[in-house]
């Protein structure tokens, strides 16, 4: 299924993954984001970045449907995922959900140990394989069996705070989804644990569509095949900041050659 | 729009041990049918959660409010097998012993969750001393209210330690006081512990004395928490029935002989009266209630109802009075 | 430690005696204060215990199990009162908490629009604040009239289990156990909702963001998360269950003849003392303050247990 071509225009047209047409997404009345068209293929990593509110947690949270939990938060447009809207009423979000899993800022272990952390979702996911096995592969996929084989047992709490992010990663992996949705994974690690996670989703491309949000374009540099730049600019008449989405391309264009000015400016790091 | 795939993965993974089906919720599913029997069941639970209350108002509305007149306030209960009447000394006992209960705990209670949150740092002495005071709050407050009745009972009532006098307001007053003030330290305590250090660093900084720091700066800045927790307390204290039934017991009467107002007597007399419900049985309208309802007569059972009436619509008041200055005081 | 700070830069520019006068003071009589809580605690059991005396020494510990209660002869025994005491409670406990729970986690996992649930929540809470003298008036001219039908028929039906084998007339144990429901109910959904608040949201999230249900979360992420306040709730209301006079004293019967019928009227320790202490003398009295001995101290053990459970069960996040 990882059979994508790494020719960005062929990749986008033949082996989309999700899609949005025109999103635009509300808390309340505050558009949080507008007007979102984006293109993600099968099988590549995406980052989004820029500026903190301008929105890219509220674009990846809205691609599992994330956002239903949410008090007051709508979105207008389609989100395509495989040919099928995932906003169509008719759509079951949990099923949505295992399909396209979730890694998130702060890790957040279940307060169990870190075997159940792990077999949990599998088992409430109607796994019928050996446990032991599948939570042992995954360790391995999240480069963290070595460090927890020897304390399955213990609470998850009981790791370090990159650890523990390695078994949320874990946790998401176990459940086979096809996407990986990464918001700021390693915004709270070291170097080393955040060094282990990006050797690790280099890993994880080969099996699974990964989008990560970042602030760190070194980071969006080394991982990513292709970068989304969102700005946030003060509406007229408007009380917040409206989020947008400004220049979508291969990374390499984005950091070397963008055609926008803000792009530029924020990759450059003169934004301001 | 294309329409949603019928339960085909159009990427299947070969060999997963996962069975994933179409995005389409359906709601056949195990999962969500259980989903369903247990929103309904609790959607059930919370029903008949406040069915009672419900219940309870419409009655109480009903059948008290037919009763309500300006005879209510200004008559005595009549005798039994008599028509008519009011309860006008119940409910100035009620505010009279309430009053004198909260003039009781809440210096206390103030000063007790003063002590918690501002002064019980510190030593090991200072630390047993608040775990004393903290275990005893929790104790105290889940002490059973009928238990605070024996207990002043055994130590005011029948020693008649009040100039003599056995039931009396007083009596009463000190077993609601007893009831109240764990809340009210408790309130106090939170509320403290609400205002943020720096404001008291801030305070101690410029040279402000602990008394100063605490009177001008930290109580202010926690008087809307303390303001509620004790309009609560009171609230709940005036609706107790079992601490009075054997403390300030139930009059019949006027807590003032009806002469005060425009009797012939003295004035130095007359304000001397003044302190006769503090000293002597008095009515209440929680007392009054209990008493009434399990008598057989009719116009005096509606005098309950009317008295409850009265009751719920003083502490259903002070509750929503309570939460609007916590949501006022809040913006 | 905050007074040492402020002391110590004014060292050498002395206050005047008075504010430190002023200070002391402050300081002895908010401690004073303090500690009345605990000794007023103490005084209450030195007082109960010194009343309950002679009857320990006539009864002893039979006094627990005898339900003999007959002022003519002198001879005193709670038995009634302490099996009416744990039953009643027990069973409203057993009732009361599916519903609280149940209701908690309707009004707070989104189930139903937020103004809608904050509205509920508002009424339990008010129901909470309805004095239990007024419950009981309802419970004996509305609630228990209103529930005689069905009591009958459990009877008729049921008749052959020694717990409805009487005939249901008026007061009892089972109007009882409901009104203590109806009290308790706003107790457990209070305490159990706040429980189900304080669980972190990335708990939450990380629950659905693996493709849980909303139940799935709910049964194995959030109410695990939140059962040490919840189980804190439940130990609190039974303590207040154990101890409700009123409502109990006006509906459940006051006999003191031992029924294992719910259906038979009963006693309960408090209703038992709401009831004689006033016409009470001599040993009676004596055997009431044992009495209330015996429920001051079963409180006293239900309400450490929920503080120790509340400690034990906390699961730590981080
Ligand atoms: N739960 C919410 N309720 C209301 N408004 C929200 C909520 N979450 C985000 N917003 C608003 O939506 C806008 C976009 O927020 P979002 O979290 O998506 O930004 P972001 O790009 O992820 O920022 P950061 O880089 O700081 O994480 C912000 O203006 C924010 O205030
Ligand atoms: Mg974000």
Known sequence: MTTSTPGPSTATKTDLCLSLEDVTISYGSFEAVRNVYLEIPRGQVTAFIGPSGCGKSTVLRSLNRMNDLIEGCHLRGRVVFNGEDLYHPKVDPVEVRRRIGMVFQKPNPFPKSIYENIAFGARINGYRGNMDELVERSLRKAALWDEAKDKLRDSGYALSGGQQQRLCIARAIAIEPEVILMDEPCSALDPISTLKIEEMMHELKKSYTIVIVTHNMQQAVRVSDRTAFFNAEAQDGGSGKVGYLVEYDETERIFNKPTQRATMDYVSGRFG | MKPISEAIDPNPKAGSLFQKSGLRFRPSLPRNLWNAVMTTLVAIAAGVAVLPLVLVLAFVLIKGGQLISLKLFTELPPAPGMGGGGIGNAVIGTVLVTGIAALLAVPVGIGGGIYLAEFAQGGRVARALKVFVRFGTNVLSGVPSIICGVFIYALIVKTRLLFGQSYSGIAGGMALAVLMLPTIIKTTDEGLKLVPDELRWGAIGVGASKFTTVMKITLPAAFTPIATGVVLGIARAAGETAPLIFTALFSNYWPWPETILSGDTGLLERLSQLKDPLLNPVASMSVLIFNFASTPYPELQSLAWAASFILVIMILGANLLARWLGRFAAR | ?318
């Not at chain 3, 050498?12 to 003071?25: A, H, K, T, V």
């Not at chain 3, 039953?87 to 009004?107: D, K, R």
């Not at chain 3, 028929?153 to 156990?177: S, V, Y």
């Open chain 3, 1 to 318: 430690m905050t007074a040492s700070v402020n002391q110590q830069p004014f060292r050498n520019r002395r206050r005047p005696l008075s504010e430190r006068m002023l200070d002391q003071g402050f300081r002895l009589l908010v401690t004073a204060l303090a500690c009345s809580v605990g000794i007023i605690l103490l005084w209450i059991l030195r007082i109960i215990v010194k009343e309950s005396l002679p009857a320990i020494g006539v009864f002893g510990l039979s006094f627990l199990t005898k339900s003999a209660w007959d002022p003519v002869s002198n001879d005193y025994g709670a038995f009634t009162a302490i099996y009416g005491t744990l039953v009643s409670s027990l069973l409203a406990l057993a009732i009361a908490v599916p519903l609280g729970v149940g209701t908690a986690i309707f009004i707070t996992e989104n189930l139903i629009p937020r103004r809608i649930s904050s509205l509920l929540g508002l009424m339990v809470e008010l129901l909470a604040a309805i004095p239990s003298v007024v419950l009981g008036l309802w419970a004996i001219f509305v609630m228990e009239p209103a529930i005689r039908p069905i009591l009958t028929w459990l009877h008729t039906t049921l008749g052959w289990l020694p717990l409805f084998d009487t005939e249901p007339q008026g007061p009892g144990m089972a109007p009882a156990i409901l009104i203590l429901v109806v009290m308790i109910l706003p107790i457990i959904t209070a305490i159990s909702r706040d429980a189900l608040q304080q669980v972190p949201g990335e708990l939450r999230q990380a629950a659905y963001g693996i493709g849980t249900t909303r139940w799935g979360a709910i049964c194995h992420v959030i109410l695990p998360a939140a059962i040490s306040g919840i189980m804190g709730g439940v130990m609190l209301s039974l303590g207040r269950a154990m101890g409700e006079t009123m409502a109990v004293t006006m509906i459940i019967g006051n006999s003191n003849n031992f029924s294992l019928s719910l259906l038979a009227p009963g006693n309960t320790i408090a209703s038992m003392i709401a009831n004689q202490f006033g016409e009470a003398d001599g040993s009676q009295v004596s055997s009431l303050m044992y009495a209330s001995l015996v429920l001051m101290l079963l409180t006293l053990i239900v309400n450490i247990l929920a503080q120790w459970i509340v400690r034990k069960l906390s699961l730590r996040y981080q």
